[in-house]
């Protein structure tokens, strides 16, 4: 009967999804107990990004304590003030503890803009001053002490190829290099993770592109650069879609255009993150 059909169908593809989400979870490794930071440019790029990440990474029984630094307020249209305050309500939706785990910078190095870059050397500088303010002070002979020991944010291509999104791989991993610059031979206390960019087709195939991600992780998920699991890979369920949905529905409405609409629906960062280890010399 074509209405049995007609049902059976989604029913079929959601079951398929939660599997796919299980499997994950038991399958691939993932952070515990660990001091993490999610490096962003804008307020509502922990929402449309790194959902996936933020819930899985905030589960009470993995006792990570996770927080976000967002390098601008995203006041392209003078709405700076309303989104920082977003950003700390999307947050605690998200899974962070407090809304002092949102640090929102607004300096004029760090201007929200769709044409300008930011300087490298400004985002290591701001960030050796937030996690490793005594780097240059420690002697070389001994290990380097920071106060996180995980960085996520965007590679190279910035998923939608945002400068400012650009901009933060680089001053990610100038940080890192800086901090074993002082410090050679030591291993270094902070593991930089990236979030992979995709073709444009695979961007907005949602929850289809789930398995292709695990497919593709799992060829990788032997090999380490040091202690840390390299890929992470994690997978919403459709609950946890909701969730990262409300994040933008209910916290970041002062960004709810049509067009974001159709983003949280079909994009697959909104289900799928699979993260990467950076390796930096």
Not at 15 to 35: D, H, M, N, Y
């Amino acid at each position: 009967m074509p209405w049995l059909t007609a049902i059976a169908i989604p029913v079929v593809i959601v079951l398929c999804w939660i599997l796919t989400a299980r499997v994950q979870r038991e399958s691939f490794p993932t952070l515990r107990g660990k001091k993490i930071c999610l490096l962003i440019a804008h307020p509502d790029d922990e929402a449309m990004f790194f959902a996936p990440s933020l819930l899985a990474l905030t589960r009470p029984e993995l006792g990570n304590h996770v927080k976000i630094l967002c390098l601008s307020s995203g006041n392209a249209d003078g709405l700076g003030q309303i989104r920082s305050k977003e950003l700390v309500q999307s947050g605690i939706l998200l899974g962070l503890l407090k809304a002092d785990d949102v640090l929102v910078i607004e300096q004029p190095e760090f201007q929200d803009s769709i044409t300008g870059n930011w300087s490298a050397h400004d985002i290591s500088v701001l960030l050796s001053k937030a996690f490793a303010p005594n780097i240059k002070k420690s002697p070389s002979k001994s290990a380097p002490q920071t106060t996180i020991d995980v960085l996520i944010t965007f590679d190279k291509d910035g998923v939608s190829a945002h400068p400012n999104h650009i901009s933060l791989y680089h001053g990610g991993r100038a940080f890192v290099s800086t901090l074993m610059r002082h410090h050679p031979g030591w291993a270094c206390p902070i593991a930089l993770y990236t979030l992979t960019s995709t073709s444009i087709m695979r961007k907005y195939t949602s929850f289809l592109d789930a398995l292709v991600t695990m497919i593709s992780c799992a060829l990788l998920s032997n090999r380490k650069i040091g202690p840390a699991p390299n890929p992470l890979v994690f997978i919403n369920t459709p609950l946890e879609l909701g969730k990262a949905q409300k994040a933008m529905t209910t916290a970041h409405k002062s960004q709810m255009r049509w067009f974001r609409y159709g983003w949280i629906w079909a994009s697959r960062y909104m289900i799928v993150n699979d993260l990467r280890l950076e390796k930096v010399l």
